[in-house]
């Protein structure tokens, strides 16, 4: 078994493992909150006319969409900048 930060290293394969688990809980949480926000702006716009289909409607669903993009790339970066952070800790490089 080698302990030089290889695949074969058992904290490289935790790290993994919790990086997976961190993703995953990301993407459900991220789907949850975006159906939430896409349902209630959609319902002010079509169901309860608050807002013009045609007019400020519309931007305000793309509004959703482009914060919602924005929010997770951010997200997702961070992610990936922790993970490859306790890579580098747990392997010394």
């Known amino acids: ?12 394969t935790e790290l993994r493992q919790q990086q997976q688990r961190r993703m995953n809980r990301f993407f459900i949480g991220f789907v949850v909150a975006e159906v ?3 349902g ?27 914060v919602a993009a924005a929010s997770m790339m951010i997200s997702l970066f961070a992610l990936i900048r922790r993970h ?10």
């Open 36 to 38: 939430i926000a896409f």
């Open 84 to 93: 490859a952070r306790e890579l580098r800790e747990v392997t010394g490089g």
């Open 1 to 12: 078994m080698s302990l030089n930060g290889s695949a074969d290293d058992p904290r490289v």
């Open 40 to 66: 209630v702006v959609a319902v002010l716009v079509y169901v309860l006319g608050v807002f013009d289909p045609n007019g400020a409607g519309l931007w305000l669903l793309v509004a959703v969409v482009v």
